[in-house]
């Protein structure tokens, strides 16, 4: 547990390595790659810290209210810069009177402006979610595509929204590099980077399998309710044995045992 990644898992590549130099045979020496920040983890810790958030969750689920793909899509398009509590308060209504995308462009960006009204950005998201249903049927036969390409060029959809629909609807091993996971990757060192996209890509190196498809959500859940953002929890983790974190207060795990899907009850709405 103590050897540092010598010798990576399948599909795991050692970090912070540098190329190695070709012989040259007079020509100028080839610029080396450029360097990865290290992770001060062994691809057994790693697991082991995956391992322990799937015994905690073995399903987890998203927090987002969604009946269907088209209504988780519709529900992450909202919640760009809103909380998911926000966003099901809204969707409620919202879905009750359109829940596919024939029902939801029939409905009309006025109306699904008036349901969305209490959630930030709402103008320009009732423009979007108006116009990715006429999409849909227009271009889909009304139906939500499992095709990364064929999500993002829907109106409002971007890279880590398709990840969410891709994840939740479709199964797939993607993940949504939100502020939560963003912060983890930096924080507990497991995948350093400057972007969401370098955390994601650097996330998707290192996570094992059987533990990619909920890796996603185990993140956030974790993110959300333990490592959280100003005082982590670190009392209540249980991979405080192995992580790495600074800011860390606890070298002792939680007791590990399974919890709800979703939210802690605690914080689920009355
Ligand atoms: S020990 Fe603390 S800093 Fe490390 S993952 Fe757990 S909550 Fe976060």
Redesign the pocket.
Same mark, same amino acid.
């Given at each position: 547990m103590n050897e540092k990644i010598d010798k990576p898992a399948a599909g795991v590549k050692r970090t912070g390595q540098k190329a190695a130099a070709k012989p040259s045979g007079g020509k100028a020496a080839r610029r080396p790659a450029p360097r990865r920040p290290a992770i001060p983890y062994t691809a057994a810790e790693i697991a082991e810290i995956f391992r322990r958030f799937s015994v905690q969750r073995p399903e987890p689920e998203s927090e987002l209210e969604h009946s269907n793909p088209f209504t988780l899509l519709v529900a992450v398009v909202l919640s760009a810069q809103a909380t998911d509590a926000g966003v099901n308060k809204a969707t409620r209504a919202l879905f009750a009177a359109a829940d596919d995308p024939q029902a939801m462009a029939t409905l009309g960006e006025d109306a699904i402006r008036e349901h969305i009204k209490t959630i930030g950005l709402f103008r320009n998201k009732a423009k979007n979610v108006a116009a990715l249903s006429r999409a849909l049927v227009e271009n889909h036969g009304g139906e939500v595509p499992n095709d990364r390409t064929a999500l993002e060029a829907l109106p409002g959809v971007g890279r880590k929204t398709a990840n969410v629909v891709l994840n939740v609807a479709f199964g797939e091993e993607t993940l949504a590099v939100d502020t939560h996971i963003f912060r /983890?990757g930096n &924080? *507990?060192h497991i995948a350093p980077g400057r972007t969401p996209d370098e955390v994601e890509a650097n996330l998707l190196k290192v996570i094992p399998q059987p533990y990619r498809r909920h890796a996603h959500h185990w993140l956030i859940l974790?993110?959300r309710y !333990? =490592? $959280?953002a100003r005082k982590?929890? =670190?009392g +209540? =983790? !249980? /991979? +405080?044995d *192995? =992580? &790495? +974190?600074e !800011? $860390?207060?606890?070298?002792v795990p939680a007791p590990l045992t399974p919890l709800p899907p979703g939210p802690p009850v605690a914080a689920r709405p009355a």
């Open positions: /983890i &924080r *507990l974790h993110g !333990v =490592c $959280k982590p929890d =670190c +209540a =983790c !249980v /991979i +405080a *192995l =992580c &790495r +974190a !800011v $860390k207060t606890a070298d």
